[in-house]
């Protein structure tokens, strides 16, 4: 698998294959494909497609792996408001918003700024938030080996504000623990960290 890369690099083979899709689409709901302001929309989606996609190509136990190492710090690490974007796999809208992590070392830490790439390597792929939640916990998990992981998601579904039912306003929150977040006391103490305003 190809590393994490911030350029923006497109396979024109399959960029042309979606371009095609889109410009179908614009056909089909009406629209004039050739009119003036939507001429290169079907490039343009495509490449966004692909961009909002691009986890499926990323490997982010390799990035965590990459960037570990030995250290004897054992509290709680916690990497907090990592904004998150990313697609419903059952409508292919958008949810966005905000993931807490957190871990407690044995023996190893990361550096911090592989955890929000982790974070967007698995948002960018077609998900439901519980299964990202999953993901993220998962992998860091099985690389690190923390004695504990904590991850919380916060985010609002496109799919829910604007068609079906119209809830503006609603946040779905979803967690999963291991380790020493199982513990009560351990996780209570991540959620008031997270919960409090530090600035
Ligand atoms: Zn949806």
Not at 20 to 30: L, N, Q, T, W
Not at 150 to 162: D, L, Y
């Given at each position: 698998m190809a590393p994490y890369r911030n350029l923006e690099e497109y396979n024109i083979e399959i960029t042309n294959e979606v371009k095609e899709h889109f410009?179908?689409?614009?056909?089909?709901?009406?629209?004039?494909?050739?009119?003036?302001?939507?001429?290169?929309?079907p490039e343009r989606a495509a490449k966004a497609m692909l961009f909002l996609?691009?986890?499926?190509?990323?490997?982010?136990?390799?990035?965590?792996?990459?960037?570990?190492?030995?250290?004897?710090?054992?509290?709680?690490?916690i990497i907090k408001d990592i904004e998150l974007y990313s697609l419903c796999e059952h409508h292919m809208l958008p949810f966005f918003g905000k993931a807490h992590v957190a871990y407690i070392p044995?023996?190893?830490?990361?550096?911090?700024?592989?955890?929000?790439r982790v974070v967007d390597i698995f948002a960018r792929r077609l998900q439901v938030q519980e299964r990202l939640t999953?993901?993220?916990?998962?992998c860091i998990n099985k690389t690190l080996k923390p004695k504990g992981v904590a991850v919380v998601i916060e985010a609002a579904h496109m799919c829910m504000m604007m068609r079906g039912v119209q809830k503006q306003n609603s946040v779905t929150t979803t967690s999963g623990f291991r380790g020493q977040f199982e513990k009560?006391?351990?996780?209570?103490?991540?959620?008031?960290?997270?919960?409090?305003?530090?600035?």
């Amino acid at each position: 698998m190809a590393p994490y890369r911030n350029l923006e690099e497109y396979n024109i083979e399959i960029t042309n294959e979606v371009k095609e899709h889109f410009s179908k689409i614009v056909g089909d709901i009406g629209e004039d494909v050739t009119r003036e302001g939507l001429v290169k929309t079907p490039e343009r989606a495509a490449k966004a497609m692909l961009f909002l996609t691009q986890g499926y190509k990323q490997d982010a136990e390799e990035i965590l792996i990459g960037a570990m190492f030995a250290e004897d710090y054992d509290d709680m690490v916690i990497i907090k408001d990592i904004e998150l974007y990313s697609l419903c796999e059952h409508h292919m809208l958008p949810f966005f918003g905000k993931a807490h992590v957190a871990y407690i070392p044995n023996g190893h830490i990361v550096g911090l700024s592989k955890i929000p790439r982790v974070v967007d390597i698995f948002a960018r792929r077609l998900q439901v938030q519980e299964r990202l939640t999953h993901d993220i916990l998962e992998c860091i998990n099985k690389t690190l080996k923390p004695k504990g992981v904590a991850v919380v998601i916060e985010a609002a579904h496109m799919c829910m504000m604007m068609r079906g039912v119209q809830k503006q306003n609603s946040v779905t929150t979803t967690s999963g623990f291991r380790g020493q977040f199982e513990k009560i006391e351990t996780r209570n103490e991540f959620l008031k960290l997270v919960s409090a305003d530090l600035s």
